[in-house]
T-cell receptor, first 114, second 115 residues
């Protein structure tokens, strides 16, 4: 049981480049979300999804796009990378208020924009 | 809007002693959940413990317990018998169905266990 799989684990981009961070889950969780963690800080919500075909913005959505065509996948697209997007990105899934409570996190993608 | 505050940026604890990590929260939702996560230096987020706002008893999971004081809006994490492997960042977070089950995180507390 893989849980939540994020790829790649590390990435270096040049300013202006675009890329997609992948997130896949095999737990049939309805809720999926993307967070970013800047050095020494907590996690901030970028985008989230309550089910296939439904997405919404979080606290820091600018510069990112998401889509959710299947229950399993929730990719995060950086449209035109900027140094301010250097961060660690976490994908998380949850059962949406049903037991067992808790959010399962992927292992993270460390992104550096130069 | 939901808000989580962790006022202790860092703390030392002696091995085998207990440590309490503070967490206060603010929300207008009547039903919510409080979570604690551990983030070791390797970077992964490890779920520790959950407390529901309507749970009658304080949550416990092994050496972790949550001191939930609803009226004071606090959800402090107690780690008993600290081990060297407990050295990590600890994050308090909350979520509610009314808020779309989004998690709001505090800024974290770094714990260093001394031998």
């Amino acid at each position: 049981n893989a849980g939540v799989t994020q790829t790649p684990k590390f990435q270096v981009l040049k300013t202006g480049q675009s890329m997609t961070l992948q997130c896949a889950q095999d737990m049939n969780h309805e809720y999926m979300s993307w967070y970013r963690q800047d050095p020494g800080m907590g996690l901030r919500l970028i985008h989230y999804s309550v089910g296939a075909g439904i997405t919404d913005q979080g606290e820091v959505p600018n510069g990112y796009n998401v889509s959710r065509s299947t229950t399993e996948d929730f990719p995060l697209r950086l449209l035109s990378a900027a140094p301010s997007q250097t961060s660690v990105y976490f994908c998380a899934t949850s059962t949406g208020g049903r037991r067992p409570y808790g959010y399962t996190f992927g292992s993270g993608t460390r992104l550096t924009v130069v | 809007a939901q808000k989580i505050t962790q006022t202790q940026p860092g703390m030392f604890v002696q091995e085998k002693e207990a440590v309490t990590l503070d967490c206060t929260y603010d929300t207008s939702d009547p039903s919510y959940g409080l979570f604690w996560y551990k983030q070791p230096s390797s970077g992964e987020m490890i779920f520790l413990i959950y407390q529901g706002s309507y749970d009658q008893q304080n949550a416990t999971e092994g050496r972790y317990s949550l001191n939930f004081q609803k009226a004071r809006k606090s959800a402090n994490l107690v780690i008993s018998a600290s081990q060297l492997g407990d050295s990590a960042m600890y994050f308090c977070a909350m979520g509610s169905k009314a808020a779309g089950n989004k998690l709001t995180f505090g800024g974290g507390t770094r714990v260093l266990v001394k031998p």
